[in-house]
T-cell receptor, first 113, second 115 residues
Framework: KAGVTQTPRYLIKTRGQQVTLSCSPI?????VSWYQQTPGQGLQFLFE???????NKGNFPGRFSGRQFSNSRSEMNVSTLELGDSALYLC????????????FGPGTRLTVL | AQSVSQHNHHVILSEAASLELGCNYS??????LFWYVQYPGQHLQLLLK??????LVKGIKGFEAEFIKSKFSFNLRKPSVQWSDTAEYFC?????????????FGTGTLLAVQP
């Protein structure tokens, strides 16, 4: 069974631009969560989706948004990029809705210049 | 606020040495606990998890962890490390009563095993 896939793997943007990252969960998984990983802050929860509904949102500004499609694929969007948004963005999928094991993708490395 | 503490940020061991990495969390309710590992150049992988039952859980590659509820701890152990265990280790807690999949991660412990 294929793992979690994320596209693109690497992205370079400039301040003020916006970016969209994509995540395809493991087949059959309906929950997708997003995390931001930086050397200074570690892994921080961004948001979680289940059956196209956002169930949880982390402590990030409104520039960070996401959505989930009917096939469970998810996208996250960051508008008006800032230098501090440079990070590895990780997507994780789970089979169920509650406290299930999460499987992580390889991440998208975003660099903001 | 809920938090997870990993007290060891960097650990250097020689091969065959024993390993114990500390993890403490702050949450009084029901928790589900995880240890993930990130090998150089690879993505996060699950080492082991605790949901309920026997507080001593065994994971892949000879790792185990013990859940001590009274100490709010979930320490990771391995009796004899190998060079291939060089990686970053993350403790994570699902601390919202199991209602969602949100994880709170510790800051990670970078383990270097010297051959």
């Amino acid at each position: 069974k294929a793992g979690v896939t994320q596209t693109p793997r690497y992205l370079i943007k400039t301040r003020g631009q916006q970016v969209t990252l994509s995540c395809s969960p493991i087949s059959g998984h309906r929950s997708v969560s997003w995390y931001q990983q930086t050397p200074g802050q570690g892994l921080q929860f961004l948001f979680e989706y289940f059956s196209e509904t956002q169930r949880n949102k982390g402590n990030f500004p409104g520039r960070f948004s996401g959505r989930q499609f009917s096939n469970s694929r998810s996208e996250m969007n960051v508008s008006t990029l800032e230098l501090g948004d440079s990070a590895l963005y990780l997507c994780a999928s789970s089979l169920g809705a509650k406290a299930d094991t999460q499987y992580f993708g390889p991440g998208t490395r975003l660099t903001v210049l | 606020a809920q938090s997870v503490s990993q007290h060891n940020h960097h650990v250097i061991l020689s091969e065959a040495a024993s390993l114990e990495l500390g993890c403490n969390y702050s949450y009084g309710g029901t928790v589900n606990l995880f240890w993930y590992v990130q090998y150089p150049g690879q993505h996060l992988q699950l080492l082991l998890k605790y949901f309920s039952g026997d507080p001593l859980v065994k994971g892949i590659k000879g790792f185990e962890a013990e859940f001590i509820k009274s100490k709010f701890s979930f320490n990771l152990r391995k009796p004899s490390v190998q060079w291939s265990d060089t990686a970053e280790y993350f403790c994570a807690v699902n601390a919202n009563g199991g209602a969602t999949n949100k994880l709170i991660f510790g800051t990670g412990t970078l383990l270097a095993v010297q051959p």
